[in-house]
């Protein structure tokens, strides 16, 4: 008897190959399925999913999740933890979208939970925090992104290092490994300005206290006068005092673009291998004329002229990437992360200067025939550009 193939491991494995045992002796030019594969696809990852607004959770002064369900009230598709759904909005005319973490349970498909946090002078999240209400209808993507929990090859020892609204692909991945069983260990170590602003602070505690194979250390960057807990910037020492030897653990690191650079350097310099970490993209650079390459002389507040062949002009601050203020003047361009990833949002540089910065990461066909990201992108001069 011959042995069995590891491939019967595999859901579906065993009742594919006896279909497709049976057709070899019947024969079949599979028109009887037709669509079935098109459909199938669509329901897992569907272009667009109109969903409706069905409760606002306070979490803390700055932030609120949003709980959507599906209009016509069926299951939502399915989406690894730490994946994002891009959300598109209609704001006083302007058609914008943005990305937000999924921070509910993938075990779970009547909902969604996004959870915002207000931005200093943002747009979206103003918007999503005070004037969104319970029965608003809402449209986005299917679950998309690469910055996900992969239970089979990111080992036991999982480290998710989170600023601010970092934590919500945190708490869905941390949900997802409890209410599965697994038996990874997740060590959440969680970084916010303020005590009041900590999201799913008494969550979090209730659930380390239950759960040994939860570990949290919370810090404060700002703390109040007489705060006992660990306090300032994140830090080598801090890290090293937390998880002592790195061994083979994975990290994940989520938070706002200077957090997650920091980071970056603060684990290279205890010796993490760059794969070991996987680090979630968090939209265009705030001040792109800090990174190599800017042209000197360029102020962000200097304004240029886009052109947009064949359909018109308009005027914009080199400051402001390319994609919003294209979408500010009814122009829409499909998106998705907003952080120079996906490349959905690129657009053809028909003349005039670009910079890209190192969020924007194009391909070298994009590079040779003149492609760029307009999420990322900030026009230096005046350009015209084909969509």
Same mark, same amino acid.
């Given at each position: 008897?011959?042995?069995?193939?590891?491939?019967?491991?595999?859901?579906?494995?065993? $009742?594919?190959?006896?279909?497709?045992?049976?057709?070899?002796?019947?024969?079949?030019?599979?028109?009887?399925?037709?669509?079935?594969?098109?459909?199938?696809?669509?329901?897992?990852?569907?272009?667009?999913?109109?969903?409706?607004?069905?409760?606002?959770?306070?979490?803390?002064?700055?932030?609120?999740?949003?709980?959507? &369900?599906?209009?016509?009230? &069926?299951?939502?598709?399915?989406?690894?933890? !730490?994946?994002?759904?891009?959300?598109?909005?209609?704001?006083?005319?302007?058609?914008?979208?943005?990305?937000?973490?999924?921070?509910?349970?993938?075990?779970?498909?009547?909902?969604?939970?996004?959870?915002?946090?207000?931005?200093?002078?943002?747009?979206?999240?103003?918007?999503?925090?005070?004037?969104?209400?319970?029965?608003?209808?809402?449209?986005?993507?299917?679950?998309? !992104?690469?910055?996900?929990?992969?239970?089979?090859?990111?080992?036991?020892?999982?480290?998710?290092?989170?600023?601010?609204?970092?934590?919500?692909?945190?708490?869905?991945?941390?949900?997802?490994?409890?209410?599965?069983?697994?038996?990874?260990?997740?060590?959440?170590?969680?970084?916010?300005?303020?005590?009041?602003?900590?999201?799913?602070?008494?969550?979090?505690?209730?659930?380390?206290?239950?759960?040994?194979?939860?570990?949290?250390?919370?810090?404060?960057?700002?703390?109040?006068?007489?705060?006992?807990?660990?306090?300032?910037?994140?830090?080598?020492?801090?890290?090293?005092?937390?998880?002592? $030897?790195?061994?083979?653990?994975?990290?994940?690191?989520?938070?706002?673009?200077?957090?997650?650079?920091?980071?970056?350097?603060?684990?290279?310099?205890?010796?993490?291998?760059?794969?070991?970490?996987?680090?979630?993209?968090? !939209?265009?650079?705030?001040?792109?004329?800090?990174?190599?390459?800017?042209?000197?002389?360029?102020?962000?507040?200097?304004?240029? &002229?886009?052109?947009?062949?064949?359909?018109?002009?308009?005027?914009?601050?080199?400051?402001?990437?390319?994609?919003?203020?294209?979408?500010?003047?009814?122009?829409?361009?499909?998106?998705?992360?907003?952080?120079?990833?996906?490349?959905?949002?690129?657009?053809?540089?028909?003349?005039?200067?670009?910079?890209?910065?190192?969020?924007?990461?194009?391909?070298?066909?994009?590079?040779?025939?003149?492609?760029?990201?307009?999420?990322?992108?900030?026009?230096?001069?005046?350009?015209?550009?084909?969509?």
């Amino acid at each position: 008897m011959s042995e069995q193939s590891p491939l019967h491991l595999i859901a579906g494995y065993t $009742e594919a190959l006896a279909t497709k045992r049976a057709l070899e002796h019947s024969g079949s030019d599979f028109y009887e399925a037709r669509g079935e594969v098109a459909s199938t696809v669509v329901q897992l990852h569907p272009k667009r999913l109109a969903l409706e607004v069905v409760q606002v959770i306070d979490d803390t002064p700055s932030t609120k999740t949003l709980r959507l &369900q599906a209009v016509d009230r &069926q299951l939502l598709p399915p989406f690894q933890a !730490g994946q994002y759904i891009n959300l598109f909005v209609e704001i006083d005319g302007v058609h914008t979208a943005r990305p937000y973490a999924i921070s509910s349970s993938p075990m779970q498909r009547q909902y969604y939970d996004l959870t915002v946090k207000r931005a200093v002078g943002g747009f979206v999240s103003g918007y999503l925090l005070d004037r969104v209400h319970v029965g608003q209808p809402l449209r986005s993507s299917g679950p998309m !992104g690469t910055f996900h929990h992969n239970p089979l090859f990111h080992g036991d020892e999982l480290v998710f290092l989170a600023g601010g609204s970092g934590a919500a692909p945190a708490r869905s991945m941390l949900l997802n490994i409890l209410e599965r069983g697994l038996e990874q260990r997740l060590h959440l170590i969680y970084v916010n300005s303020y005590v009041d602003d900590v999201i799913y602070a008494e969550a979090f505690r209730a659930l380390a206290e239950a759960h040994p194979q939860f570990r949290l250390t919370e810090v404060i960057s700002r703390p109040p006068a007489g705060y006992r807990g660990h306090s300032g910037r994140l830090s080598r020492e801090l890290l090293q005092a937390q998880l002592g $030897e790195m061994g083979n653990r994975m990290f994940y690191v989520c938070g706002p673009t200077p957090f997650n650079d920091s980071c970056l350097e603060l684990l290279s310099e205890l010796g993490v291998a760059r794969r070991r970490i996987r680090v979630e993209a968090n !939209g265009a650079p705030k001040s792109p004329d800090r990174q190599p390459g800017w042209p000197e002389g360029i102020d962000l507040e200097a304004e240029v &002229q886009v052109t947009v062949q064949g359909r018109g002009r308009f005027r914009s601050k080199v400051g402001e990437p390319l994609l919003n203020a294209l979408e500010r003047n009814g122009y829409f361009v499909e998106n998705a992360c907003r952080s120079g990833e996906c490349s959905l949002c690129r657009v053809k540089l028909v003349s005039g200067p670009v910079f890209n910065p190192q969020e924007a990461h194009l391909r070298q066909s994009d590079r040779d025939f003149g492609w760029v990201y307009s999420c990322v992108a900030f026009a230096t001069g005046d350009v015209e550009v084909m969509l």
